[in-house]
Nanobody, 125 residues
Framework: QVQLVESGGGVVQAGGSLRLSCAAS????????MGWFRQAPGKEREFVAA????????VYTDSVKGRFTISRNNAKNTVYLQVNSLKPEDTAVYYC??????????????????WGQGTQVTVSS
């Protein structure tokens, strides 16, 4: 069992930045692929970024490439999402997710085993 707790969301003006964090419980954090997803009001949950167990492989959805960076610190059981050059369309609840295994970071939500409660990111124009 893994418990995930996100933090770092907030209200920011367009062009601004935030650093989202996701703290995981348990001693096997390094055994999990970690991902970030987001869900805007009235829309389906969508993939944002994912990172392999060791951090060597990262995957991003096209709309955030060059603006968002996913990273992890296995010693701290934490995964991060640095979000820069924010746009109003980035407004959403951002969720952290964990997928057991050492494979390629998955982009589909059903592939993930555990989810956090989410953190709200609001970008004003």
């Amino acid at each position: 069992q893994v418990q995930l707790v996100e933090s770092g969301g907030g209200v920011v003006q367009a062009g601004g930045s935030l650093r989202l964090s996701c703290a995981a419980s348990g001693r096997t954090f390094s055994s999990y692929v970690m991902g970030w997803f987001r869900q805007a009001p009235g829309k389906e949950r969508e993939f944002v970024a994912a990172i392999s167990w060791g951090g060597g492989t990262t995957v991003y959805t096209d709309s955030v490439k060059g603006r968002f960076t996913i990273s992890r610190n296995n010693a701290k059981n934490t995964v991060y999402l640095q979000v820069n050059s924010l746009k109003p369309e980035d407004t959403a609840v951002y969720y952290c997710a964990a997928k057991y295994g050492y494979g390629i970071p998955a982009t589909g939500a059903p592939s993930y085993d555990y989810w956090g409660q989410g953190t709200q990111v609001t970008v004003s124009s």
